[in-house]
């Protein structure tokens, strides 16, 4: 129909009856106008259509998105709790555990350390008078 109305124009123009460029250039310059009012009409229309499609699914879904952020939220915050509570639970079952190893080791380590403590005393104090009376002896002879 467009291109109908354009051909319609140029027949027109070739009539001998339009005397000047004006009258020319003022029919251009309707038809380009009307042609202009049609596309931008045309292209409102589909964007209007756009927007209030797209507005409505927005509208729709927008609670839903919310609904489920809630949803994640809650169910990561209580995975957060159930593995800290775990986590707390692990750590003083081991401290439990360490402390009973330390308090039964800590007696045994003592009293190990107290044998050769005193063995080490025995020996250093057998050691010690034999040097001595071997000195003392020696000390008797000389003399």
């Given at each position: ?15 001998s009856?339009?005397k000047s ?20 009409t ?87 008078t ?14």
């Amino acid at each position: 129909m467009l291109v109908h109305s354009v051909m319609v124009v140029i027949k027109v123009s070739d009539c001998s009856h339009w005397k000047s460029r004006e009258t020319a250039r003022f029919v251009f310059s309707t038809i380009f106008n009307a042609i202009w009012a049609v596309i931008s009409t045309v292209c409102t229309a589909i964007y209007d259509t756009i927007s209030s499609i797209w507005n409505a699914i927005y509208s729709f879904i927008s609670p839903l998105l919310e609904a489920f952020q809630y949803l994640f939220e809650t169910i990561f915050q209580a995975i957060h709790i159930i593995i800290s509570n775990v986590m707390d639970w692990i750590s003083e079952k081991i401290q439990t555990i360490w402390n009973a190893i330390v308090a039964f080791l800590t007696p045994l380590l003592e009293g190990i350390k107290t044998f050769f403590e005193t063995v080490w005393n025995a020996i250093y104090t057998t050691i010690s008078t034999v040097l001595s009376t071997i000195s003392s002896v020696i000390s008797t002879v000389c003399m």
